[in-house]
């Protein structure tokens, strides 16, 4: 392991002082993605704010982009109600500002790089630190690419997470794992986002073969979706990623958004704390 490059990371997460650290403190931690304006932005940071209460750790805002690629049909749907009322990057900003005013949990931008580039590479990280931003995942930004952005986060202390997919080879399991901070985004299984009834069995084995090349935790997402999948994570990653089933309940409980969500996170949390206590 090249030891100088994982060395980077210590600043991130091997300060207790640092919302990632704490954000992974207990023993399975739970990672929210939310899309950002759907149904509005004002909505969005209810939901937020009740995903937090109901025991989320990390929250991902997604910002919406016009050509989800890596996004099944759910998050589709939702980055199109949002970009209909014309949601954009720095809306996604003055939202974890307003956030960051209410809560102490870890916030990710989660973004595609096109948004990003347009309002600009550096000013996005000087913004993002301004409004308590604690990191960000560019879907679509590969290491080999991503020298400038890490540099440029750096100086901001933001942590950069980047995606590991089980068809990755080990060499580029090492450029990811050194290119990460603050955690390593494990994908379940190859293909788009999206609910699915049972847990890919290669992530059990991508998580321990990411392990080798950084103590960086590992968090896995793509598909997680059921209290079982949730505690069923937890045996083997740090953290368990829910995505597509959070934006389907906001989706399917116009109203109610924000309790659905809340509902959601506490039957997951909660039924795995049952069976660790069990």
Excluded at 13 to 23: A, E, K, Q, V, Y
Excluded at 85 to 90: E, I, P, V
Excluded at 102 to 129: H, M, T, W
Excluded at 230 to 253: L, P, T
Aim: one cysteine or more; hydrophobic letters at 40%.
């Amino acid at each position: 392991m090249n030891r100088e490059n994982n060395s980077r990371s210590a600043p991130i997460t091997g300060s207790p002082d640092h919302r990632i650290t704490r954000s992974f403190s207990r023993p399975q931690a739970l990672v929210a993605y939310v899309t950002c304006g759907d149904p509005n932005i004002n909505t969005t940071r209810d939901i937020v704010l009740s995903a937090i209460s109901a025991g989320a750790d990390i929250v991902e805002l997604g910002v919406p982009f016009s050509d989800p690629v890596a996004d099944g049909p759910v998050i589709q749907r939702a980055s199109e109600r949002a970009l209909q009322h014309h949601t954009s990057l720095h809306d996604v900003l003055d939202l974890a500002r307003d956030i960051r005013k209410q809560s102490d949990a870890g916030l990710i931008v989660f973004s595609y790089l096109n948004p990003i580039l347009r309002y600009g590479l550096k000013r996005f990280c000087e913004q993002a630190a301004v409004a308590g931003v604690d990191g960000a995942l560019i879907t679509d930004l590969t290491v080999e690419e991503a020298d400038e952005y890490r540099s440029l986060m750096a100086a901001q202390k933001l942590a950069t997470i980047f995606l590991a997919a089980p068809t990755s080879t080990d060499e580029r399991l090492k450029r990811i794992a050194q290119a990460s901070s603050g955690f390593v985004y494990a994908v379940s299984r190859t293909g788009v986002t999206g609910t699915q009834q049972q847990l890919a069995s290669d992530a059990k084995d991508l998580v321990r073969r990411i392990r080798r090349y950084t103590k960086l935790p590992v968090a896995v997402g793509f598909g997680i979706s059921t209290a079982q999948q949730f505690a069923q994570v937890g045996k083997f990653a740090d953290a368990a990623v829910v995505g597509s089933a959070i934006v389907q309940a906001v989706e399917q409980n116009p109203g109610r958004e924000a309790q659905a969500v809340a509902e959601l996170i506490s039957s997951l949390k909660g039924s795995s704390a049952a069976r660790a206590n069990g």
